[in-house]
């Protein structure tokens, strides 16, 4: 899989966009990019994947270079309750078991 | 997606005992999976629950101290075995559905 490198730590004002930013520049031509988040104490929770194409759906979109060596999650109206740690994985491809969690970035959205 | 449940969601144990912790999934999924989270971690994988087989444990994680059980495609138990307090984590299983794992709500584990 792919390393994958975040800055450790991001703060947003509440009401607007957060834009988390991720490296991958190993990342193969078939692997895809995952963004999950975990709140305090709580399961990690599935936000977005992609693979090469800009994603979007109701909790996030997902911009990924033409190079697809970084990507960027946006949270486009972030609230209080969107603080949580954000990981960026990329797994090998069809073995998509394989999630390796770093330490992620540590988001605080401030009131 | 995936509706994961795990039982129980914390525990106090004592010093040489061990501890089953349930994940019931309400699909059926074909891989099921253990990750540890200790204090201020990561999440590290443990093992990958197969059905039908033997789990397959990641490095440095071994059978005799967390027998894991996959007896359907929607259930599965880790044993955390002869507990230290080194063991005390957060426990997580998670379930593979259209290529994206989900995860569940965890165990909070405390060893005394």
């Known amino acids: 899989d792919a390393k994958t490198t975040q800055p450790p730590s991001m703060d947003c004002a509440e009401g607007r966009a957060a834009n988390l930013p991720c490296n991958h520049s190993?990342?193969?031509?078939?692997?895809?990019v995952y963004w999950y988040r975990q709140i305090h104490s709580q399961g990690p929770q599935y936000i977005i994947h992609g693979l090469k194409n800009n994603e979007t759906n109701e909790m996030a979109s997902l911009i990924i270079t033409e190079d697809r060596k970084s990507s960027t999650l946006i949270l486009p109206h972030a609230t209080l309750r969107d603080t949580a740690v954000y990981y960026c994985?990329?797994?090998?491809?069809?073995?998509?078991?394989?999630?390796?969690f770093g330490a992620g970035t540590r988001l605080t959205v401030k009131p | 997606s995936a509706v994961i449940s795990q039982k129980p969601s914390r525990d106090i144990c004592q010093r040489g005992t061990s501890l089953t912790i349930q994940c019931q999934v309400d699909s059926q999924v074909t891989m099921m999976f253990w990750y540890r989270q200790q204090p201020g971690q990561s999440l590290t994988l443990i093992a990958t629950?197969?059905?039908?087989?033997?789990?397959?444990?990641e490095s440095g994680f071994v059978i005799d101290k967390f027998p894991i059980s996959r007896p359907n495609l929607t259930f599965s138990t880790l044993t955390v075995s002869n507990m230290s307090p080194e063991d005390s984590s957060i426990y997580l299983c998670s379930a593979l559905l259209a290529d994206t794992q989900y995860f569940g709500p965890g165990t909070r584990l405390t060893v005394l």
């Open positions: 629950a197969n059905q039908g087989s033997e789990a397959t444990y």
């Open positions: 190993t990342i193969s031509g078939n692997e895809y």
């Open positions: 994985i990329a797994p090998r491809y069809y073995n998509n078991n394989d999630m390796r």
